[in-house]
């Protein structure tokens, strides 16, 4: 049975606090992929955050920019907005630091 997208979040980020950056980079994006053709909002805009971030700190800025953009463009119904505000709050951040 395949991973949900929730579940290879997950497993992103305990690989990410274990140092390993390409994994988790790649689990990242497979995260974001998965979540899009669920159509799980909350797990898309988790993980483009983070790939924003992760992207951010690694000095690739327009791919940083590019996700980041991402994550501020996932349609989210109106229940669902407040449990991604911290994380659109982050992308708008992270933006505004890279203009």
Excluded: Y
Aim: glycine content about 6%; aromatic content about 0%.
């Amino acid at each position: 049975m395949p991973l949900s997208a929730s579940q290879i979040l997950t497993k992103a980020l305990h690989l990410l606090d274990r140092g390993d950056i390409e994994g988790g980079e790649t689990l990242l994006r497979q995260a974001a992929g998965s979540s899009a053709e669920t159509a799980d909002s909350v797990t898309a805009v988790t993980a483009l955050c983070c790939l924003g971030e992760l992207l951010v700190e690694q000095g690739r800025r327009t791919e940083a920019v590019e996700t980041l953009r991402s994550c501020l463009a996932v349609p989210l119904p109106d229940d669902l907005a407040e449990v991604c505000a911290a994380e659109r709050a982050t992308a708008r951040q992270r933006l505004a630091d890279l203009a």
